[in-house]
């Protein structure tokens, strides 16, 4: 009874994680643009944007987080995503391109203030020992949002339209940015550390050695400076392939169903599915415990390569639908992990009290490599979406190598 006590427990970030899951017209995200007039080439030219305005905003509002604190850009980034919100919502009615546009804006600025915000809050309320299994527990929260919302989506839009699922939205946001407010505020930055990977003595007199340095330095001299840490790039680069493989996920799931001959009508029930195996992420950092933090994630890690690897030659249905199933599990654990190393970067850099900006800094290259993708989405069609998820399980093993090499050195 106690262990189901503490895994249904949630407080206000789990509360604003659940409403955040909660967007019924994610089914049909394209079609509020289209029937507004929006192009589909306009639609990803908009989320290119987005992408491209997240990636300018990263270091500023990262500096302005630094001051104002971490609950207070959250609240600002619940907000502001409201706002967008609205806009979509009126945009739609209007059937204004230019307001769907000012949409765009507003949401970009709202995933600035959040990105790195919430592994930063996370690692400094609830502790280094705590920060993977609450991430992981949010995250499902999130996800349970996500289900009611898919199946609330078509009782609502069979009765209300699309001007309900938006106006549905709208009320959920509301209650995602009350929930902000009533975050705990983040403690005066002195939560425990945990030594990096497997830090050694060496080690620590250098992270003296680092801070002694980096006070000499100026701020932002001193955040640049993170970038040449070879475990920073590392992490970065690891990160965007993440980010990647979310994007082959998202965009290229359903094309993968029509090639082996399912419906696409069926892609609902797969999301569904893998949402639910997902889930499973927190029970799994709950029972291995610190044991996580080495030797699993690595395995996880390589077992996602592997998966994507297979995904891209599989053919049989089975398989196919197996693997689709497991993927984003396997993605989810590793990603973790090296979220939370980042976290435990900064604070061995010496960094820690301009933690936001720093981890904004590590966070761009993911934000350049979604403006990437999202232009080159026809050119990955041309060559063939099997071979880019090879491509992708091959950089994912070589990234986890790389990570545990650098772990046993």
């Given amino acids: 009874m106690k262990k189901l006590n503490r895994i249904i427990k949630i407080d206000s970030y789990d509360a604003v994680s659940f409403f955040n899951g909660l967007v019924f017209f994610a089914p049909v995200s394209l079609l509020v643009r289209t029937q507004a007039g929006v192009s589909q080439s306009m639609f990803f030219l908009l989320q290119a944007l987005l992408s491209a305005i997240t990636f300018l905003g990263e270091i500023p509002t990262g500096f302005l987080t630094d001051r104002i604190g971490y609950k207070r850009s959250l609240v600002l980034s619940q907000g502001l995503l409201l706002l967008a919100r609205f806009l979509l919502f009126v945009g739609f009615i209007c059937k204004s391109s230019t307001l769907f546009a000012?949409?765009?804006?507003?949401?970009?600025?709202?995933?600035?203030?959040?990105?790195?915000?919430?592994?930063?809050?996370?690692?400094?309320?609830?502790?280094?020992?705590?920060?993977l299994s609450k991430m992981a527990h949010a995250s499902n929260c999130g996800t349970a949002g996500f289900f009611i919302s898919t199946v609330g989506y078509v009782v609502i839009y069979h009765v209300f339209g699309i001007e309900g699922l938006l106006l549905s939205t709208i009320a959920t946001g509301m209650a995602a940015a009350f929930f902000s407010f009533k975050l705990k505020?983040?403690?005066?930055?002195?939560?425990?550390?945990?030594?990096?990977?497997?830090?050694?003595?060496?080690?620590?007199?250098?992270?003296q050695s680092n801070h002694k340095n980096m006070e000499n330095c100026h701020p932002l001299k001193q955040l640049f400076s993170t970038m040449k840490h070879p475990k920073a790039l590392l992490f970065a680069v690891t990160l965007s392939v993440f980010q990647v493989s979310w994007l082959l996920i998202n965009f290229f799931y359903a094309g993968k169903?029509?090639?082996?001959?399912i419906s696409v009508e069926w892609m609902s029930a797969v999301i569904l599915g893998y949402s639910a195996v997902e889930m499973l992420a927190e029970p799994i950092i709950r029972k291995l415990g610190n044991a996580f933090s080495k030797k699993w994630a690595f395995v996880f890690g390589v077992a996602s390569g592997i998966g994507f690897l297979l995904f891209g030659f599989a053919s049989r249905k089975i398989s196919v639908v197996a693997l689709m199933l497991i993927l984003p599990l396997l993605l989810k654990l590793p990603e973790y992990f090296v979220m939370e190393q980042e976290n435990i970067l900064v604070d061995l850099l010496g960094v820690k009290t301009q933690r936001a900006a720093a981890l904004s800094i590590l966070n761009m290259g993911v934000s350049i490599m979604e403006i990437l993708t999202l232009f080159a989405s026809a050119v990955l069609t041309a060559v063939g979406i099997g071979w880019c998820f090879i491509g992708v399980g091959m950089l994912l093993i070589i990234c986890m190598l790389c990570i545990f090499g650098i772990d046993n050195q």
């Fill in 102 to 131: 000012v949409e765009v804006i507003v949401e970009g600025l709202s995933y600035c203030f959040v990105s790195g915000t919430d592994s930063a809050y996370v690692y400094e309320v609830y502790g280094t020992k705590n920060y």
């Fill in 185 to 207: 505020k983040e403690p005066s930055k002195v939560i425990g550390q945990k030594e990096i990977l497997n830090t050694t003595a060496e080690q620590i007199k250098n992270r």
């Fill in 257 to 261: 169903l029509e090639k082996c001959g």
